[in-house]
């Protein structure tokens, strides 16, 4: 499943010092996951994996964050959403956003990317985002904005 491979892939570039697509492609099927390169080209992609140079002028994938003050693009926020969120609830000024396990952090970082006034802040858990939303706006209203980025 893709959102699964996209979390290992970008778990390998964490912990590993990849110089090639070919070499994540190995990574990932000594970790039973087969994909082509193609794919693996498309989720570095989405992934917004750059190339960066390391000591020695190697240059390796790496998944850069953001600065603070860089907002993330709405039409990013509307797929990371629509791909990864299955289920939006609310409570109070609190809104939970379910997610495939090992998901939940990809949607808490485009949350956090995206810079929306009416989001105090996010946690996440493993396949569970916890949004607080400001008291005036509440979690009733952020809860349908999300959910119909997410297509829910």
């Known amino acids: 499943m893709k959102t699964q491979r996209q979390h290992k ?6 912990e590993h010092q990849i110089t090639s697509q070919s070499r994540l492609v190995d990574l990932l099927k000594d970790d039973g996951i ?15 994996a750059v190339k960066v140079r390391i000591a020695g002028g190697e240059t390796v994938y ?3 964050e953001l600065p603070q003050d860089r907002v993330a693009p709405q ?3 509307r797929r990371v959403l629509g791909d990864w969120v299955v289920e939006v609830r ?3 000024n609190l809104v939970v956003l379910r997610t495939p396990p090992g998901s939940a952090h990809v949607v808490a970082s485009a949350l956090d990317r995206a810079g929306l006034a009416d989001v105090i802040g996010t946690v996440a858990g493993d396949d569970t985002v916890l949004i607080v939303a400001s008291e005036k706006v509440g979690g ?3 809860a349908k904005r999300l959910g119909a980025l997410a297509g829910l």
């Not at 892939?9 to 964490?14: S, V």
């Open 34 to 48: 087969v994909a082509t390169q193609a794919t693996v080209s498309r989720d570095l992609d989405e992934l917004g």
């Open 75 to 77: 039409d990013h926020l």
């Open 140 to 142: 009733q209203k952020v």
């Open 90 to 92: 609310h409570s109070a």
């Open 9 to 14: 892939i970008a778990k390998i570039l964490e």
């Open 62 to 64: 790496a998944i850069p």
